[in-house]
């Protein structure tokens, strides 16, 4: 057993197909399935549960996928020490970014490490929060934009804290509030970020304590298309109020009266994990710039 049969094992079972698989390593799909073989024979039980053209993990298959998930993060745990020791003048710092404020929050940090260690290259993903969580847990990222509250498994520094506010057509009867509350707007249709955002189950949540369930009639990852969507009438968006400071006419934005219901951007990474040098570099720059 290697780290190669793993990473490909690993690779299938996330991806959910041997052809996705040996395109993202670069391979055949005729060798992924013959390295996926040899594993299940070493291990001498089956591994994945072959359904057509799905594929499922059988009881083995956990237990070898959570391992394996742990053993390549501390292979590259070690790999970034020994990288450590050549210095700072290459290496990678990778980051997961939500799309929500981040060109706002994050572009002036950006342009602030460029500057000071030219030689480290900006690995950027882009994902919603619950998939860049899944990327710190299997270390293929160092860092990423995590809304609170977050799991356990991570340590965080806060970034920015802000309010939620509702953005309503000015049509709209609560327009003109001040401010209203979740019940206010249980009547009114929902445009959510999406399922992988944690915004959608910070704001369903909220929506359940407050006696409702929000009726959803549109999902996005895109806040200017939410926008958009709002302003064609189609119903509320909640949104932090950084990304509301600039809306198009015929939109307001109202304050939201949920004490309990925050925006809350952190920097977080894998507890216990390791931070090289570049990446210990960044931490020191978000304490910096957002102390």
């Known amino acids: 057993m290697d780290f190669r049969s793993l990473r490909a094992f690993v ?3 996330r991806s959910g ?3 996705e698989a040996a395109r993202t390593i670069c391979v055949t799909q005729s060798a992924i399935s013959k390295i996926v073989r040899q594993l299940e024979d070493e291990v001498g039980i089956p591994l994945l549960d072959r359904i057509g053209y799905r594929i499922a993990l059988t009881a083995a298959g956990e237990v070898v996928y959570s391992r394996a998930l742990k053993l390549i993060a501390d292979r590259d745990d070690l790999l970034s020490e020994l990288g450590d020791i ?12 939500a799309p929500v404020a981040s060109a706002l929050l994050f572009a002036p940090l950006f342009a602030a490490y460029r500057q000071r260690y030219p030689g480290i290259e900006i690995q950027l993903v882009e994902q919603g929060s619950a998939e860049l969580e899944d990327g710190l847990r299997e270390g293929r990222i ?3 934009g995590a809304l609170l509250p977050t799991s356990t498994e991570f340590d965080w520094v806060e970034v920015r804290r802000e309010p939620l506010v509702a953005l309503l057509p000015d049509t709209h009867r609560l327009a003109s509030a001040q401010a209203i509350s979740l ?9 959510s970020y999406d399922r992988s955002f944690a915004l959608h189950r910070i704001v369903q949540n909220a ?20 926008i958009e969507l709002v302003r064609a009438g189609l ?11 600039r809306l198009p006419e015929a939109i307001s934005s109202v304050a939201l009266d949920e004490p309990d219901c925050r925006w809350v951007m952190t920097m977080a990474w894998r507890r216990g994990g390791y931070l090289s040098r570049a990446a210990s570099a960044w931490l020191d720059l978000v304490r910096e710039f957002h102390a």
Do not use: H, W, Y
């Open 11 to 13: 690779e299938v079972v």
């Open 17 to 19: 197909s041997f052809s």
């Open 86 to 97: 050549r210095g700072m003048q290459r290496g990678a710092l990778r980051l997961g970014l």
């Open 142 to 144: 160092d860092f990423a």
């Open 183 to 191: 019940k206010e707007l249980k009547d009114t249709p929902f445009i």
């Open 207 to 226: 929506c359940r304590a407050s006696g409702f369930e929000p009726n959803i009639v549109a999902q996005s990852s895109q806040t200017d298309f939410m």
């Open 235 to 245: 119903g509320v968006a909640i949104v932090p109020r950084v990304v509301a400071t």
